[in-house]
């Protein structure tokens, strides 16, 4: 795994995003297991150029939309799930599906699939003033907790001038605030 990533930096996300998952997880009642393994390989493709992340992407069949030909990063998420499977073995679906939905999100998602989410946008190392408290949030209601991580993301991305993927606010629009 961290040949795989061969970047200090990505390498100590990933393991505090298994951490931060493992511990949603025991606390939600759902794998610990899962969501650890799920943590650990939910950026294997993360620092892929954009050419290699279409690249890869189209010579597995994987569906590119409109959104993620104007922003091919998006694609590290199912195409680190295939590279799971390829290279790690890992053949749990429910595994697949976390990593594969760990940055867009989906309009179904399981408390599997939000946990990853979760814990890739709360773990520890990341800085944002509301953080804290959405951490906190995770481990009493993960719904809440997508419901107000997602519309704090949206914040974020407009101060950007970026607009939401559809499959984010299509995600936005399942979880009750
Ligand atoms: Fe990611
Ligand atoms: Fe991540």
Redo the contacts with the bound molecule.
């Keep these: 795994m961290r040949e795989h990533i061969a970047q200090d930096h990505?390498y100590a996300?990933?393991v505090r995003?298994a951490r931060f998952a493992e511990r949603l997880a025991f606390a939600n009642g759902e794998s610990t297991f899962k969501a650890r393994m799920a943590g650990m390989l939910?950026?294997l493709a993360?620092l892929y150029s954009s050419k290699r992340l279409l690249e890869e992407s189209q010579s597995r069949g994987l569906p590119v939309d409109a959104y993620a030909r104007d922003n091919p990063i998006v694609l590290h998420a199912p195409l680190s799930a295939h590279l799971a499977r390829e290279q790690f073995g890992v053949s749990d679906p429910a595994i697949l599906s976390a990593i594969s939905k760990?940055?867009l999100g989906a309009r179904e998602m399981s408390a599997l699939d939000c946990i990853v989410f979760l814990a890739?946008s709360l773990e520890p190392g990341r800085d944002f003033p509301d953080r804290g408290r959405l951490a906190e949030l995770a481990f009493q209601n993960l719904g809440r907790a997508m419901a107000q991580t997602i519309k704090s993301s949206f914040g974020f991305l407009r101060e950007k001038g970026l607009e939401p993927a559809p499959q984010t606010l299509e995600a936005a629009s399942t979880f009750d605030p």
Excluded: E, K, P, Q
């Design positions: 990505r996300h990933s995003v939910h950026d993360r760990h940055t890739d």
